[in-house]
Nanobody, 122 residues
């Protein structure tokens, strides 16, 4: 599976962005998908994940209630809608795919896309 993230940019605090991650390859619907981010001088951290059947979604506490992950299996795409953005959300956001359980953990994921920069100004 190859992943291509897009949709990043510069936005003011309180604004919104929607990230997309398009996948190529077979059996997209069989994969659980996650978003991770890495801020300046910080380690990469979990943001959100959605299981292969879209039955379950998971969020980091820091984004719960503001971010929404969704997927469109017909388009082989996963989305991250980000609302009420804060300066601390500034990071490079990456998408990843896995068929294994444990979607909050980076080591679970086998496929990674390149990141897209999100910058939130105060």
């Amino acid at each position: 599976v190859q992943l291509q993230a897009s949709g990043g940019g510069l936005v003011q605090a309180g604004g919104s962005l929607r990230l997309s991650c398009a996948a190529s390859g077979r059996r997209f619907s069989s994969y659980s998908l996650g978003w991770f981010r890495q801020g300046p001088g910080q380690e990469r951290e979990f943001v959100a994940a959605i299981t292969f059947g879209s039955q379950n979604t998971y969020y980091a506490d820091s984004v719960k209630g503001r971010f929404t992950i969704s997927r469109d299996n017909a388009k082989d795409t996963v989305y991250l809608q980000m609302n009420s953005l804060k300066p601390e959300d500034t990071a490079v956001y990456s998408c990843a795919a896995t068929i294994r359980p444990g979607v909050r953990k980076m080591e679970t994921y086998d496929y990674w896309g390149q990141g897209t920069q999100v910058t939130v100004s105060s």
